[in-house]
């Protein structure tokens, strides 16, 4: 698979995992100075690049790990807030994606989409 720009999103098969598809993105770097208002963008088009693929792949399901927190540098909290609206605003666009899962490898994390969710 080629390199993708920051924000794209692209979709391979699941071969031996227990998934059809993988959707694969590229967030943008935080903890490089400069820019945050592309960063910003950059990310949320990571989640609605990757809900229109579902969308147009007909898949009733996607999951999303807290992209750019981990070595990228984003702020939790923050990267928290973009993933959720970005995904409100790309679902009314997607009527066959029924569900979004955000899998929080911490509880930390997992009680702020809690509370972004309400």
Known sequence: MPPILTG??????GFDAPMKFIIHTA???WSVPGQEGAKVAG??????????LAEEHALA????????????GWPRGFACGI??????????????V??????????ADAELYRKGLG
Not at 43 to 52: D, H, I, K, N, V
Not at 61 to 72: K, M, Q, R
Not at 98 to 107: A, Y
């Open 98 to 107: 029924k569900r979004v899962v955000f899998c929080c490898f911490t509880e």
């Open 43 to 52: 990310l949320a088009r990571c989640y609605t690049s990757s809900l229109a």
């Open 27 to 29: 967030a943008p770097i």
């Open 8 to 13: 794209e999103a692209v979709i391979t098969p």
């Open 83 to 96: 993933a959720i609206a970005a995904c409100e605003e790309a679902l009314e666009a997607a009527p066959q």
């Open 61 to 72: 399901s996607i999951a999303f790990p807290c992209l750019g927190t981990g070595n990228y």
